[in-house]
């Protein structure tokens, strides 16, 4: 079951859980901060209302009856590159590494705050929305085999485009930016997410790992990320 509320000039945000409950607290959240709500109360849903309204984020409770979050989540990132914010009931350090490494941007435990969860939503939206001063003026960044389209927050190797979520764009334009520098993973979590978040350096580790995975350069590749043990990361470029 779905349903969709507000003007259409709004930003729209698809809130998904099983609980009815949970759906209807964020939702009158959400709209007393002017955004239009799409809700969804299973994965099947969640999807086709994804398909016919195009969010501008998604809020994704990982336990789903029949298609679960972990399918919504990958297909709604595949066909629209929507940011996820995931609910999760667990707070292990491990559960909240493997949310973020199906590609979310973010997550939140339950229980949680709502005014906390509608402000971790305006983080990822600024975050993830072209800003004007993206690539330090530059409309692409050209290191080849790799091509960056900053305004189009795209990429490709050579003629394959390279399917990224907003957060892994955002850390290999960190990167990219500054060939040769090594950042500290504090460092990038500063330049990648908001000032506002609060999170494990570790979260950058995975971020890099699937990075590393989708662009997947050959070792003959005059670029590579490079681990600088026991600092963080570099983009490194052959001379």
């Excluded at 072209?130 to 050209?142: C, I, K």
């Excluded at 005059?222 to 470029?237: M, N, R």
Aim: charge should be neutral; proline fraction near 7%.
């Amino acid at each position: 079951m779905v349903s969709a509320h507000g003007s259409p000039g709004e930003t729209a945000i698809l809130v998904v859980d099983d609980d009815r409950k949970i759906v209807e607290l964020v939702a009158l959240y959400l709209r007393k901060e002017g955004f239009r709500v799409l809700q969804a109360y299973d994965g099947a849903s969640a999807i086709e209302l994804a398909r016919a309204e195009r969010p501008a984020l998604a809020i994704l409770d990982l336990m789903l009856p029949g298609v679960n979050g972990l399918v919504v989540c990958k297909t709604i990132q595949r066909e629209q590159r929507v940011p996820v914010i995931m609910l999760t009931a667990r707070s292990t350090e491990e559960d909240r590494l493997r949310g973020l490494d199906l590609g979310a941007d973010d997550y939140v435990v339950k229980p949680f705050s709502p005014r906390e969860l509608v402000s971790r939503v305006r983080a990822v939206l600024r975050r993830t929305l072209p800003a004007p001063e993206a690539g330090n003026g530059q409309a692409t960044l050209d290191l080849d085999p790799l091509h960056i389209d900053v305004q189009g927050h795209t990429a490709r190797v050579g003629d394959r485009p390279v399917e990224l979520t907003p957060t892994e764009f955002r850390l290999l334009l960190a990167l990219a930016r500054a060939p040769g520098a090594v950042f500290s993973r504090q460092q990038l979590i500063d330049r990648v997410f908001d000032q506002d978040f609060e999170g494990y350096e570790r979260n950058i580790d995975v971020h890099v790992m699937n990075l590393r995975r989708k662009l997947n350069l050959p070792p003959t590749a005059p670029l590579a990320i490079k681990t600088v043990y026991g600092v963080g990361y570099k983009f490194e470029v052959a001379p």
